[in-house]
T-cell receptor, first 119, second 115 residues
Framework: DVKVTQSSRYLVKRTGEKVFLECVQDMDHENMFWYRQDPGLGLRLIYFSYDVKMKEKGDIPEGYSVSREKKERFSLILESASTNQTSMYLC??????????????????FGEGSWLTVV | QQQVKQSPQSLIVQKGGISIINCAYENTAFDYFPWYQQFPGKGPALLIAIRPDVSEKKEGRFTISFNKSAKQFSLHIMDSQPGDSATYFCAASQEYGGSQGNLIFGKGTKLSVKP
């Protein structure tokens, strides 16, 4: 089974703090994603990465940055946390569409989420 | 043109009833339509998916109906059970020729099945 692990499930941080959310996947997937989930707004893509050391902005990248130094690890960084970044953050991974094994569709595998409260 | 519109936002169904969740899209280049199921405190997980070359796909009590001309697809849960209570997300992507197949998600439907 694919496993996407988010190391911190619940965090409380102060306004202005730098926050790191870590994510590791164990299936050698090329693609990794960070989403934010808020009631009534669904899943919104923050950043994604198709390969090591590369990143692309999603729909709501403002206030966030990411780092992908190793294929299995994708970190989300809040440089200066604000109260409007209180949310549930979901990491995900998937195969590249050009992979030989990519036969059954673009299945994204999610982690269990990190609940961040900024006070 | 990239949006996926999902309705209803919430749904209450009696045990044994049929739950129906609808989604509509605009981008005719979309060619993959999955549904994800999310239980409280967990991340979403793939439930069932369809491609536009078929009009219906069934897996157990879960069925996707797809109407390409109307650009709509729906999830039907037959004989709904309390254990089906969860949030359901539809999604769409353009797998070939698009931006690496990034999924566009609907805003979700919270389903409650009453015993």
């Amino acid at each position: 089974d694919v496993k996407v692990t988010q190391s911190s499930r619940y965090l409380v941080k102060r306004t202005g703090e730098k926050v790191f959310l870590e994510c590791v996947q164990d299936m050698d997937h090329e693609n990794m994603f960070w989403y934010r989930q808020d009631p009534g707004l669904g899943l919104r893509l923050i950043y994604f990465s198709y390969d090591v050391k590369m990143k692309e902005k999603g729909d709501i990248p403002e206030g966030y940055s990411v780092s992908r130094e190793k294929k299995e690890r994708f970190s989300l960084i809040l440089e200066s946390a604000s109260t409007n970044q209180t949310s549930m953050y979901l990491c995900a991974s998937s195969l590249n569409v050009n992979s030989v094994e990519y036969l059954s569709g673009n299945t994204i595998y999610f982690g269990e989420g990190s609940w961040l409260t900024v006070v | 043109q990239q949006q996926v519109k999902q309705s209803p936002q919430s749904l209450i169904v009696q045990k044994g009833g049929i739950s129906i969740i609808n989604c509509a899209y605009e981008n005719t280049a979309f060619d993959y339509f999955p549904w994800y199921q999310q239980f409280p405190g967990k991340g979403p997980a793939l439930l069932i998916a369809i491609r536009p070359d078929v009009s219906e796909k069934k897996e157990g009590r879960f069925t996707i109906s797809f109407n390409k001309s109307a650009k709509q697809f729906s999830l039907h849960i037959m004989d709904s059970q309390p254990g089906d209570s969860a949030t359901y997300f539809c999604a769409a992507s353009q797998e070939y020729g698009g931006s690496q197949g990034n999924l566009i998600f609907g805003k979700g439907t919270k389903l409650s099945v009453k015993p």
